[in-house]
């Protein structure tokens, strides 16, 4: 199972992005799933969650107030909306399938994807 994140780009800071997560071939309807991101030289750092009912949790108290997490399961894919990018954000983030958003522990896990790339210049 591949997931597939895209909608990365580059942006000014204070300009927004909106990534998506999808799963060709595979539904996501029951999976809670995770954005990561990792920027160089650094470890990889949990985002946001979203539980298979819908439920958002933040795992980066960095982004509160300015990412959203979201999910169309008609369109088996989850979003995640970026908004007042700062350059601090400048990352890959890759999304990953769980069975629960318990933690930002990369092992918990099962499938993930290829990352994007978010590059905010400031």
């Known amino acids: 199972v591949q997931l ?5 780009g580059l942006v000014q ?3 927004s992005l909106r990534l998506s997560c999808a799963a ?6 029951y999976y809670a799933i995770g954005w990561f991101r990792q920027a ?3 470890e990889r750092e ?7 009912s ?3 949790r933040y795992y ?3 982004v509160k107030g300015r990412f959203t997490i979201s999910r169309d399961n008609a369109k088996n894919t989850v979003y ?3 908004n007042s990018l700062k350059p601090e954000d400048t990352a890959v983030y890759c999304c990953a399938a769980g069975t629960e958003c318990v933690a930002a522990i990369p092992i918990l896990y099962d499938y993930w994807g290829q990352g994007t790339q978010v590059t905010v210049s400031s």
């Open 4 to 8: 597939q994140a895209s909608g990365g």
């Open 13 to 15: 800071a204070g300009g």
């Open 24 to 29: 060709p071939g595979f539904t996501l309807d």
């Open 40 to 42: 160089p030289g650094k």
């Open 46 to 52: 949990g985002v946001l969650c979203i539980s298979s």
């Open 54 to 56: 819908g439920a958002g």
């Open 60 to 62: 980066a108290d960095s």
């Open 80 to 82: 995640l909306q970026m």
